[in-house]
């Protein structure tokens, strides 16, 4: 992690609070952490999009917990937020920027463009679910591949790397092509999603599917 103090990092979408654990531990310190996710019920997971109002609070205290028990909790701002809502509470620039929130077209495309203009130039975006989640999906093509602003640097499973950098027109046109070579496991993910639900992981596990939900 190419952090140092006085810089800043922020996720949205902490849920549990693993990959909020993995930030704290690994960050040097003086470097802030920011984590907003308003345990609202809404946006829990995958087919887990409203009705679980009854969960929220649970998920909260649950985040809490996980975080004492790493010994990280004081390292770590938590703004019980909506992202949208959270900008006031983060300081100047973001170096890195971890994306796990709503998974929905609309959210999605607001976080990458209102929390994504707030990455210091040469920081580092990261987005879950990339190229797996529909929506996730086309929210990058339109914004990440095509704004001239974030380099797609590669992924692992459906982690995605981004750097912020003005990228030149040769180098606009290299990165439209980094997506789109993408797509074809985009379209696998999305079948496999679809033969799962169907209650078909028999055809899943055909396209390499461990009958897991892919991330």
């Known amino acids: 992690m190419d952090c140092k103090a006085g810089d800043s990092i922020v996720e949205i979408g902490s849920f549990h609070g693993r990959s909020a654990i993995v930030l704290a531990s690994a960050a040097p310190a003086g470097v802030a952490v920011t984590t907003i996710d308003p345990h609202a019920g809404n946006d829990r997971g995958p087919q887990e999009i409203d009705g679980f109002v009854d969960e929220a609070e649970q ?72 190229f797996s989640s529909v929506g996730v999906t086309l929210a990058l093509l339109v914004t990440t591949m095509v704004n001239g602003r974030f380099a797609y640097r590669g992924r692992s499973g459906s982690l995605a790397q981004f750097e912020r950098r003005n990228l030149t027109m040769t180098e606009r046109v290299a990165n439209v092509g980094a997506h789109v070579v993408q797509l074809p496991w985009f379209a696998r993910n999305v079948v496999v999603k679809a033969l799962i639900t169907a209650r078909l992981g028999r055809l899943a596990r055909l396209l390499g599917s461990d009958g897991t939900w892919p991330y």
């Open 59 to 130: 998920d909260h205290q649950q985040f809490l917990t996980n975080l004492r028990a790493a010994g990280v909790d004081g390292r770590i701002n938590h703004l019980r937020q909506f992202s949208d809502a959270a900008h006031g509470g983060v300081d100047g620039d973001v170096t890195l920027l971890y994306i796990d929130g709503a998974h929905r077209f609309a959210p999605a495309r607001s976080d990458l463009m209102a929390w994504g203009a707030r990455v210091a130039p040469g920081g580092t975006m990261l987005v879950h679910d990339s």
